[in-house]
């Protein structure tokens, strides 16, 4: 039973653009929810997070949104590079990690 | 700066066979943890530990044993390996929470 679910597998978009990714939750217990950022051949690395009690946090291009009514949260990544190419998990804590499936984000030169 | 160290990258084994992974982490972290990557199934975490002696059960630690004796390693073992154990192995040491994770780059493991 996947409680964390990614349901776009891939997304591209255009070089300066904003691109967003999405993810649902079913479970209303999770107290923290982070993006991870995966390269090939290497390992998840953090890239933001956000409290249960807050519904937005910014870290420069990166902002996650949080909507605890629809169990919904987003991740907009605005001005999109190409190095920002890579499958982007989304994971809930309760206190471990739950992952979704994650998106391959393709941003184009 | 090595962080999360897993061995081997690759392995291929034959159904039956056992093998060990380790993992080592040099942050001083008391969590660690072991996930499977699986096509379309995102990670899922296996066992994790949480301090030098301690283990526990995650979500997916059927066939799969544990072991924590020094506080930067942190080793899986397959005992009788099968196919469905065919799977990416990633080694995570940190915290809980929105404390975050730090990752090894993985292990490919095939099990014919």
């Known amino acids: 039973d996947q409680q964390v679910k990614q349901n776009s597998p891939s997304l591209s978009v255009q070089e300066g653009r904003i691109s967003i990714l999405n993810c649902d939750y079913t479970?209303?217990?999770?107290?923290?929810f982070l993006w991870y950022k995966k390269y090939p051949a290497e390992g998840p690395t953090f890239l933001i997070s956000i409290s249960s009690i807050k519904d937005k946090n910014e870290d420069g291009r990166f902002t996650v949104f949080l909507n605890k009514s629809a169990k919904h949260l987003s991740l907009h990544i605005v001005p999109s590079q190409p190095g920002d190419s890579a499958v982007y998990f989304c994971?809930?804590?309760?206190?471990?990690?739950?992952f979704g499936t994650g998106t391959r984000l393709t941003v184009i030169p | 700066n090595a962080g999360v160290t897993q061995t081997p990258k690759f392995r291929v084994l034959k159904t039956g066979q056992s093998m060990t992974l380790l993992c080592a982490q040099d942050?001083?972290?008391?969590?660690m943890y072991w996930y499977r990557q699986d096509p379309g199934m995102g990670l899922r975490l296996i066992h994790y530990s949480v301090g030098e002696g301690t283990t526990a059960k995650g979500e997916v630690p059927d066939g799969y044993n544990v072991s924590r004796l020094k506080k930067q390693n942190f080793l899986l073992g397959l005992e009788s390996a099968a196919p469905s154990q065919t799977s990416v192995y990633f080694c995570?040491?940190?915290?809980?929470?929105?404390?975050?994770?730090?990752f090894g780059d993985g292990t490919r493991l095939s099990i014919l």
């Open positions: 479970n209303s217990m999770f107290d923290y």
């Open positions: 995570a040491s940190g915290g809980t929470g929105n404390q975050p994770q730090h």
């Open positions: 994971a809930a804590s309760k206190p471990h990690l739950f």
């Open positions: 942050m001083n972290h008391e969590y």
